[in-house]
């Protein structure tokens, strides 16, 4: 399992203070997320993925223009979108786009494609609300339908037909890989396996085991709709300092003013203390010293069976040199200490087989 595993990292551009304290502008957030990606890249990091966001507090509207930039100042690591909300965008022009991206980093886009968990692109291109199911349904549907790079013929409810339209360009060796971002969504579970698409679930609270359930209903649709088996990733909030209080200390008030900010508009209660220790400890934030946070990665690797683990590294005005030090660490240590976790845990017998060794 462990050779199969491939870690990344995800920032929506959270905008970030300054050396002096000030916000800083939305231009030198961009500029230093592309220095972010070159040093993960440097780090050996499989990954990198850029969210779409329309709104202040994050920075990148248009992943696929940042991400070519990157292209340009790496070598390895992949690059996508993390996620591309589909609902409020044209499929072709997503398909194009990362295609390009991909002609650009000679086979190393990726695209997640998500219904997105905030909703200001929908006014903002014009779409509505009430139609938020049937967009993505529908938008992905035709999408899929462009990765097999064949003359198209395609009908749905929201545009007018295509009869056999070729898009351009085509990517350059197989196919583009697209994977469907899912926050809590059974439907969307299904709709993955439907698609034979791999699966990317965004845990961004409480115990990742409580996801357990999706994954086995992956399977169970995948075996249902006979698709190929595909893999699973998770997309999760964390911090690495050098010591567990330090990640704590340092992440705990941006944490919380990201976190407040979110929750003013959705009606939650302001965040304390005890909820970011009791998520640090026992929830889906991946926050502490290298070894802390590598065995909590590698315990929901286990636990969900998963062939990629995303870090989403950023949190409100965090500032970038810190960012930078926490991508560091994870990919100098943390890395490398849940591939060992991982491989020692193969190594070492089950229960059962010790009892059979015993007896």
């Known amino acids: 399992m462990t050779a199969a595993i491939e870690f990344g990292l995800d920032t929506f551009g959270d905008v970030t203070r300054g050396a002096d304290g000030a916000i800083a502008p939305h231009a030198q957030v961009i500029r230093d997320v592309v220095e972010e990606a070159v040093l993960a890249d440097q780090l050996g990091i499989d990954f990198i993925g850029l969210g ?3 709104r202040g507090d994050f920075a990148i509207s248009a992943p696929e223009v940042a991400l070519a930039a990157i292209a340009a100042r790496t070598t390895k690591i992949r690059l996508g979108s993390s996620v591309t909300v589909l609902s409020s965008d044209d499929p072709i022009r997503v398909f194009q786009r990362f295609a390009t991206l991909d002609a650009v980093s000679n086979g190393r886009a990726e695209v997640i494609l998500g219904r997105g968990s905030f909703t200001e692109s929908f006014p903002l291109f014009g779409f509505d609300l009430k139609d938020y199911e049937t967009l993505f349904e529908e938008k992905l549907d035709l999408f899929v339908s462009l990765l097999p790079q064949q003359p198209l013929t395609w009908q749905g409810n929201l545009r007018p037909p295509l ?29 993955a396996a439907h698609y034979e698409l ?9 115990d990742p085991t409580r996801f357990a359930p999706y994954v086995d209903l992956y399977h169970r649709a995948i075996k249902q709709f ?37 929750g003013r508009e959705r009606g939650w209660p302001p965040m304390g203390r005890d909820e970011f220790v009791q998520e640090a400890d026992h929830g889906s934030l991946y926050v502490g010293s290298p070894e802390t946070v590598a065995q909590k990665i590698a315990a929901t690797i286990k636990a969900l069976g998963l062939s990629r683990f995303q870090l989403k590294y950023s949190a409100g005005p965090l500032p970038h040199a810190k960012l930078m030090r926490s991508i560091e660490l994870y990919g100098r240590v943390v890395v490398p200490r849940v591939r060992e976790l991982l491989a020692e845990s193969q190594q070492r017998p089950s229960e059962a087989d010790q009892s059979l060794t015993m007896s």
Do not use: C
């Open 52 to 54: 779409e966001h329309h």
């Open 163 to 191: 009869r056999e339209q070729l898009v351009y360009p085509p990517v350059e060796h197989g196919r583009l890989k697209a994977w469907i971002g899912v926050g809590g969504s059974p439907e969307s579970v299904v709709r």
């Open 198 to 206: 791999p699966l990317m679930l965004a845990i961004i609270g409480g």
């Open 226 to 262: 006979g698709r190929a088996t595909n893999p699973i990733g998770v997309h999760s909030p964390g911090y690495v300092a050098d010591t567990d209080e330090q990640a704590r200390e340092e992440l705990w008030p941006d944490y919380k003013t990201m976190r407040d900010r979110i």
